[in-house]
């Protein structure tokens, strides 16, 4: 607690060896991160080293998208067909939007709020691109596959924002014709006799 610099370096590279050791072990460096990140307990001790080493590692992050990229793009791109691209990018944007959107409407929510959340579902982000890069380190993917799905994990990431701007932009169109339909029409005058 006196010296949070010095616990910051010692869990960096506490994290750094574990992660090595484990991919040495035969798995991906990441696991051993995340085992050291597991242990380190939380409370008022830890919190300034463990802020430091995530800013760090936040630093970082854009090489790991660069050396996932550059894994991608050598040899995968001339062998990749692009018809499996587009099968990939569709699917997954089906299943993404159209499962939340079932499961939220069987769930009880609103046509809007069910739109809302399977959009957002769509979203995979950072832990999908280290999915694929253990799986792809490991043999499981080929690299046209890997490509395909980093670039469905990419485009549908980036798809999020105005694909949430546009179903809100519907919803608000929907809300002001109900407003205006019921304003034009208004309450019947005709008496029941």
């Not at 051993?32 to 463990?50: K, N, R, S």
């Not at 670039?151 to 205006?180: E, K, N, Q, W, Y």
Request: aromatic letters at 6%; proline letters at 7%; charged letters at 10%.
């Amino acid at each position: 607690g006196r010296w949070p610099a010095a616990s910051a370096v010692v869990l960096g590279v506490v994290a750094l060896v574990v992660g090595f050791g484990v991919h040495l072990l035969g798995l991906t460096a990441v696991f051993g991160a995340i085992l050291v990140g597991l242990a380190v307990p939380p409370g008022e001790p830890w919190d300034a080293p463990t802020a430091a080493v995530s800013r760090l590692g936040r630093s970082l992050l854009p090489i790991f998208f660069v050396s996932a990229g550059l894994t991608a793009l050598t040899g995968a791109v001339a062998s990749t067909p692009w018809s499996l691209v587009v099968v990939v990018l569709v699917l997954g944007l089906a299943g993404k939007i159209g499962g939340g959107y079932l499961g939220s409407r069987l769930g009880g929510c609103s046509p809007a709020e069910a739109t809302r959340i399977g959009i957002l579902l769509n979203t995979r982000g950072l832990t999908e691109l280290i999915v694929l890069q253990v799986a792809f380190q490991a043999g499981i993917l080929s690299p046209p596959l890997f490509l395909a799905l980093l670039i469905m994990a990419l485009v549908t990431t980036l798809l999020t924002g105005p694909l949430l701007s546009l179903a809100d932009r519907f919803v608000r169109a929907a809300d002001a014709g109900d407003s205006a339909s019921g304003a034009v029409s208004g309450p019947s005058m005709v008496s029941p006799r």
